[in-house]
Nanobody, 115 residues
């Protein structure tokens, strides 16, 4: 049974940094395209970043240059390093795992950017 468990969220001041983690289990982690999505209050899900099994990355325009996605296939871990955080980054952040036939989501972790 695939499980994705996010951690590392919290309250941070504008301009601060935070690193999110996602622990994956029940899957051959290295075969999955991993991604982060977020859902701001009262808004729909928004794509944040993706990392393919081969290590290729992509970022949403609103986070490009500030966020960095990475993965550790040996530890079955996905990370999102977030720098220069803004109030508009406030959201629930979700870790996802995807192949051509499967799509899994974690429960999410709350990130609040506020002074």
């Amino acid at each position: 049974q695939v499980q994705l468990v996010e951690s590392g969220g919290g309250l941070v001041q504008p301009g601060g940094s935070l690193t999110l983690s996602c622990a994956a289990s029940g899957m051959i982690f290295s075969l999955y395209t991993m991604a982060w999505y977020r859902q701001p209050p009262t808004k729909q899900h928004e794509w944040v970043a993706t990392m393919t099994p081969g290590g290729n990355t992509g970022y949403g325009n609103s986070v490009k240059g500030r966020f960095t996605i990475s993965r550790d296939n040996g530890e079955n871990m996905l990370y999102l390093k977030m720098n220069s955080l803004k109030p508009e980054d406030t959201a629930v952040y979700y870790c996802t795992a995807r192949t051509t036939t499967e799509d899994y989501w974690g429960q999410g972790t709350q990130v609040t950017v506020s002074s």
